[in-house]
């Protein structure tokens, strides 16, 4: 039976990959910072498929709480097979404002974490020579949008690096590079959704399953639905100029 451990578990996407993981029987390690919503989830996800499931509290800012689950990770004894590196919010800052709290939160949240917890997880899988990451990035990698895309972006670009290193050891990466996901992610946030048509959106439950379809298949990049994989295309074939220019528009509805 394997193991898998999730970070961000209790909502959105994060939560959407412990039920699909649960319900194909494997045991789960949960990552989150409300202690009551971890105990919640985990009850539930644990009746409803008879599966094992541990929970962590840690909030992944704090870089004990990180070396913590990078020490779960790596505990050759209690060995995890798939890693979801998911944690993360939305950002609705302007880059010039003074206070760059909010930013500095981003980095060490979903890159630097995702930089530690990988590397534990990777150590640990490669000495067993199998395992799975899936780091949950998104298509506003391909966009230029305030620090959100620079910060998917290097999840992006360092899954692909971290690829590379692992190339015949038996672990594989894949990043997630969903569009518009339906959780409530943007009301964290602050972003208005109102006029954003039903088509665009993508059910979580839906990310999850084919993400982990792809990891399964040993694939680099998962987008979700055809429609975003036609949105990817056309970002990969479109002159820089085009899509900073469409960023600056996205950006403009957002104020």
């Known amino acids: 039976m394997a193991t898998a451990l999730i970070t961000g578990a209790t909502a959105g996407i994060g939560a959407a990959f412990a039920r699909a993981l649960a319900a194909r029987g494997d045991d789960l390690i949960l990552v989150a910072r409300d202690a009551e919503r971890l105990a919640a989830t985990a ?7 008879g599966v094992a499931v541990e929970t962590i509290r840690a909030d992944l800012s704090v870089r004990a709480d990180v070396l913590a689950v990078a020490a779960r990770l790596e505990d050759a004894r209690r060995p995890v097979d798939l890693l979801v590196n998911n944690a993360g919010f939305g950002l609705h800052r302007k880059l010039l404002d003074p206070d760059f709290s909010e930013h500095e939160n981003a980095l060490d949240v979903m890159c630097l974490a995702v930089l530690i917890l990988c590397g534990a997880a990777a150590r640990a899988m490669r000495a067993r020579g199998r395992g799975r990451i899936i780091n949950v990035a998104s298509l506003a990698a391909w966009l230029t949008t305030g620090n959100y895309s620079p910060v998917k972006a290097w999840v992006k670009v360092y899954s692909e690096a971290l690829s590379n290193e692992l190339h015949g050891s038996g672990v594989t990466v894949t990043a997630l590079c969903p569009g518009w996901v339906r959780t409530e992610f943007h009301q964290r946030a602050g972003i208005r959704t109102a006029a954003i048509p039903d088509w665009v959106w993508v059910d979580a439950d839906r990310c999850a399953a084919e993400a982990l379809a792809a990891a399964d298949k040993g ?14 295309f056309v970002a990969d074939l479109a002159p820089r100029a085009a899509v900073r220019w469409a960023s600056r528009m996205l950006s403009a509805s957002r104020d």
Do not use: F, N, Y
């Not at 009850?43 to 498929?49: D, K, M, N, P």
């Not at 694939?219 to 990817?232: E, F, G, L, N, Y």
């Open 43 to 49: 009850a539930r996800l644990g009746t409803e498929h």
């Open 219 to 232: 694939r680099m990049i998962s987008v979700p639905t055809r429609r975003w994989k036609a949105a990817r």
